[in-house]
């Protein structure tokens, strides 16, 4: 008959192992506390079929002129900010206003050839963390001149304004086009 042999424990491996673990519990429970918290905003994407079904007017058009500051303020819709000591507040913007010119009126009135988009900006000059993706133009600067790709409804006083509202138009309901067509322009 053979009988077993069992090691006798070893306290010292017992004791690196309980070490070890005590480590990573030490490390997961201050990293816990160290690491900010991850913050984030439902945003809705709209499909480019709702984005044209809602829109009062569709067309690729040119900015005709620089982005100017209106008078008004208002609170952007459906967003807040975070401040360091987790308090919230409401996300103001300042009324502006962009002429455009129509290269192409792909739904709405084919006879509109000059408009007026009017959207947002932030007071602040820098960009925030899940903050409202905006739009500017500057016909003057290369990155922020060309033809753009514009879903929009018509307002009570003839200007015209992002479809999707004025908290992201920046999410494809004003788009860039990658290329250019100069075919329009007067010669």
């Known amino acids: 008959m053979t009988t077993g042999c069992v090691a006798p424990l070893n ?21 816990w506390f160290v690491v900010p ?8 994407r709209i499909s480019y079929q709702e984005l044209l079904d809602r829109s009062d007017f569709v067309a690729i058009a040119t900015a005709s002129g620089r982005t100017a500051d209106t008078a008004e303020e208002f ?16 996300v103001k913007c300042i009324g ?4 455009f010119a129509a290269v192409a009126v792909l739904k709405g009135d084919s006879k509109v050839r000059d408009f007026v988009l009017h959207h947002c900006r932030s007071p602040q000059s820098e960009n925030s963390v899940n903050g ?5 133009f500057d016909p003057s600067d290369a990155k922020r001149s060309g033809s753009y790709l514009l879903f929009l409804v018509r307002e009570p006083d003839g200007r015209y304004a992002p479809t999707g509202g004025q908290t992201d138009p920046g999410l494809g309901v004003v788009s860039r086009l990658p290329f250019e067509d100069d075919s329009w322009r007067p010669r």
């Open 11 to 31: 306290r010292r491996s017992h004791r690196g192992s309980f070490r070890f673990l005590s480590a990573i519990v030490i490390a997961f429970v201050g990293a």
């Open 37 to 44: 918290q991850a913050t984030g905003r439902a945003v809705r």
């Open 75 to 90: 609170f952007l819709p459906n967003i807040s900010s975070t401040d360091g000591r987790g308090g919230t507040a409401r």
């Open 96 to 99: 502006v206003e962009t002429p």
């Open 132 to 136: 409202p993706i905006l739009v500017f």
